[in-house]
């Protein structure tokens, strides 16, 4: 049965503690057709509605107001780090009247660009990647100059914590049976799960999204130890980082997170289906953890699921998606294989049960979806 559950976006209804407001409370939105599918309660925190399109904005918004009450406005915020970190630089700055200095690779959309330069803040484009645009903004910090990154920083994670704090009103302190969450640096992972320490929600598992071609969490955990990337190859633009933040391990050997990671086929069909049951866009990191429910993974991995469970989906939101993409999308990736990996282990969904590729004929020619899937074609 689904629970009556309070979806106000009102601050005033949140104990947000010492944690400013410059993102917006989100509603926690029932699924009824998805939770019927997969018989348990599904719930959507829209990230995706933040002022700046994405659920960075609780994380830069908590550094950006930091920096501002530790310096005051006489301040440049720098950054060139993921498109979706930079327009909540960018929107920040605006809003608490500070200057900003904007990095982004040459092939940046122009719609990007222009929504950067509307909030008023100074765009330079540079390189052909997110890394050489970072790499130069780093070298353009002067005196009153702050760097703002895109994962590792204390203020980043008191953020993301706010999304534990609205659920547990939201839910009225009954703790969810799982939270997916998608992990590209691993600041928005850190977040939830130092909220859901503090809010005394122990013994909740976060399911941690990656795709196949940026899972650097998964290898860490795997591995015990921090691991680098050689590269990354994913349209989920939002997750490609090489490495994690070294908190993020930390916290994995605290907290109860399983580690997975699914194709960037699954997540960019599930930004499809997501478009056609909510009449709404997000990228494809969005779609990394959405992907666990239209495929029913999520079964898979939390098979004690019962019609009082509830999961919540952060719905992150981003920029990095349009109706052309979409499109895309649609002719590129409709009902892909399903392929997943845990841990070390890679599973195919085949006649609605997980077999371990160990098991699958490799020389049959279906299994060239397998590593396609797994980018190793």
Known sequence: MQKMIDDSSDDENLVLDDVQTLHVATPLLHAPNMSLKLSCNIFYKMENIQPSGSVKMRGIGNFCYQAVQTRGTDIQLVCGSTVNTVLAVSYCARQLG?????????????????????????????????????????????????????????????????????????LHDEPPAAIICPVGGGGLLNGVIMGLQDAGWKQVPVIAVETHGSNAFQAAVVAGKLVTLPKTSTIASSLAAK????????????????????????????????????????????????????????????????????????????????????????????????????????????????????DVNVDDPSSTDIHVALGQQ
């Not at 989906?313 to 590129?332: A, F, H, N, P, W």
Request: charged fraction near 25%.
């Open 243 to 358: 490495s994690v933040s070294t908190k993020s391990l930390e916290l994995s050997l605290a907290h109860p997170v399983v580690p997975f990671a699914v194709s960037d086929a699954m997540a960019a069909d599930a930004v499809r289906l997501f478009a056609e049951d909510n009449k709404m866009l997000v990228e494809v990191a969005a779609g990394a953890g959405l992907s666990l429910c239209y495929t029913q993974i999520i079964r898979d991995i939390l098979p004690s699921l019962s019609p009082s469970s509830d999961v919540v989906v952060l719905v992150t939101g981003g920029s990095d998606i349009s109706l052309e993409q979409l499109d895309e999308y649609r002719r590129k990736y409709i009902h892909p294989p399903v392929v997943v990996k845990s841990g070390s282990e890679v599973f195919l969904k085949m006649d609605d049960s997980l077999t371990n590729v160990r």
């Open 98 to 170: 500070v200057e900003a200095l904007i990095v982004v690779p040459k092939t940046t959309k122009e719609r990007i660009c222009d929504t950067i330069r509307g909030d008023g803040s100074q765009l330079i484009l540079y390189g052909e990647d997110w890394s050489s645009s970072e790499a130069h903004a780093r070298k353009l910090v002067r005196r009153n100059g702050i760097y703002v990154p895109s994962a590792d920083h204390e203020h980043l994670w008191q953020g993301y914590s706010t999304i534990i704090q609205e659920l547990k009103a939201q």
